[in-house]
């Protein structure tokens, strides 16, 4: 599904991302803020997206150069009014407030005045790119960002969600285990991995880590789902994805998520009868009328 501080996180599909990560529900993108505090679940990526650590959006002006990279002109062309009222806030500051605002490119253009050493202003500005598709501009940053700071689970996990989108899910697999062993209680994470293992077939493996996320927190699906930018895996590894969604909040007795990820499921192509009305862990919403609906709503037999 999928966490950027959400998740995987374009082209026409090559301008991509998505502010994802909580701490990550499409795979996600995780950030931190000018504090230097993480805001692990404002961008990501997971199951069907990956969640980006979204919190850090930054770049100098003619930093591009020094990695190899031609910033688009678009982004050079970008006017940004002077607002008296912010013009005492840092670039970076600024830089955010144009992200939660959806403009990604006057983001770009004011991040671009920040620092030249921060990594966090370098994996903001990789999550602004990537919430435009621009997959292969949100790469260079997010590695200059790790350049400037090896150790860096946001950008680790960032830099995941692009390989994620270009369905390097191994690849993806990797850098998202990596930000784990620096930040192990991390929800996002998880569940970005959970994601890169479902579209690897590694169902087990799969499930275990999105457990593991709802462990930590058991909104991470529910609030990643309003998060990430849809980077839509395999359309049968959603929907076994869903349905191991919908089992999970069943148990926990959020029967009304479990519905939702059900419905899901049954969209995306599940259709094993059988198992549905087998699984002990959906006996409970088996017993609502909201089911029966569903089923009938399906073509399914619930009796």
Known sequence: MRTIYRMSAATPRNWLVALIAVCVSVPGVSGQGPNGRDHGGDTALSGQNSRIASSEFGLAQ?????????APTQVASVSVPVDFSMSSLSAETQGDLMMVHQ???AAIAVYQRGPKDSPVVWNKLGIAYQHMYALDFAKLQYEKA??????????LNNLGTVYYGEKDYHKAEKYYTKALRLKPDCASFYSNLGTAYFAERKYKQGIAAYERAFAIDPEIFIRESQERIAEL????????LNYELAKMYA?????????KYLRAALMDGFDDRKKLMADKELAALRETPEFHLLMTEEHLNSN
């Open 146 to 155: 790790l350049s400037l700071r090896p150790k860096y689970p946001e950008a």
């Open 251 to 259: 148990k926990a007795g959020n029967l009304d998520a479990a519905l």
């Open 103 to 105: 403009r990604y490119l």
């Open 233 to 240: 895996g395999p359309i049968a590894e959603q929907a076994k």
């Open 62 to 70: 003619d930093e591009p150069a020094k990695t190899g990279m031609s």
